[in-house]
T-cell receptor
Framework: NAGVTQTPKFQVLKTGQSMTLQCAQD?????MYWYRQDPGMGLRLIYYSASEGTTDKGEVPNGYNVSRLNKREFSLRLESAAPSQTSVYFC???????????FGEGSWLTVV | AQSVTQPDIHITVSEGASLELRCNYS??????LFWYVQSPGQGLQLLLKYFSGDTLVQGIKGFEAEFKRSQSSFNLRKPSVHWSDAAEYFCAVVSGGGADGLTFGKGTHLIIQP
């Protein structure tokens, strides 16, 4: 009963380093999302993928890139990490745009 | 673009008392509305959702919410809270087109007093 699985759960990076957050869902969902959560800001959409082969920018895409590798997997890459990217990152999926969105357990990223 | 406002950043309620968390949205057409709960260090769990039909929706853990179009509100209620309800609660909206996923409110932190 995995649902949405994201790795790593915790990561500390130095400024300027790169890393990729991995996400996979086993619900055969078409749409996938990456959000970041910061204190007092709620969750903000970074990128989404409405279907396999498509990706689009959300509210806060700067400094990030994404890849929809296949229907199951949607990765988020930080090319040159900055302290402002210290946050909790959530991957999510839904059967289609507009339907219920299911979330992973989060990845805590600290950039020093 | 749609937006969601949760006017209360923190709410403190005594165990056993009733609860109402407020949510107002801004969107031209009928939105899809959601309430999620997040326990410390955890992901988000869906409590309930409104797409259409009956404006009073029931969710998990004894929660309910009522959609009021005239007030652009979707308030969450529970008749008697338990200590385990202490968490962060998020209201969210997605437009009918839904191309940009969920738009979240900033959350309400619920504290339960013994």
């Amino acid at each position: 009963n995995a649902g949405v699985t994201q790795t790593p759960k915790f990561q500390v990076l130095k400024t300027g380093q790169s890393m990729t957050l991995q996400c996979a869902q086993d619900m055969n969902h078409n749409s996938m999302y990456w959000y970041r959560q910061d204190p007092g800001m709620g969750l903000r959409l970074i990128y989404y993928s409405a279907s396999e082969g498509t990706t689009d920018k959300g509210e806060v895409p700067n400094g990030y890139n994404v890849s929809r590798l296949n229907k199951r997997e949607f990765s988020l890459r930080l090319e040159s990490a900055a302290p402002s990217q210290t946050s909790v990152y959530f991957c999510a999926s839904s059967s289609n745009i507009g339907n219920t969105i299911y979330f992973g357990e989060g990845s805590w990223l600290t950039v020093v | 673009a749609q937006s969601v406002t949760q006017p209360d950043i923190h709410i403190t309620v005594s165990e056993g008392a009733s609860l109402e968390l407020r949510c107002n949205y801004s969107y031209g057409a009928t939105p899809y509305l959601f309430w999620y709960v997040q326990s410390p260090g955890q992901g988000l769990q869906l409590l309930l959702k409104y797409f259409s039909g009956d404006t009073l929706v029931q969710g998990i853990k004894g929660f309910e919410a009522e959609f009021k179009r005239s007030q652009s509100s979707f308030n969450l209620r529970k008749p008697s809270v338990h200590w385990s309800d202490a968490a962060e609660y998020f209201c969210a909206v997605v437009s009918g087109g839904g191309a940009d996923g969920l738009t979240f409110g900033k959350g309400t932190h619920l504290i339960i007093q013994p």
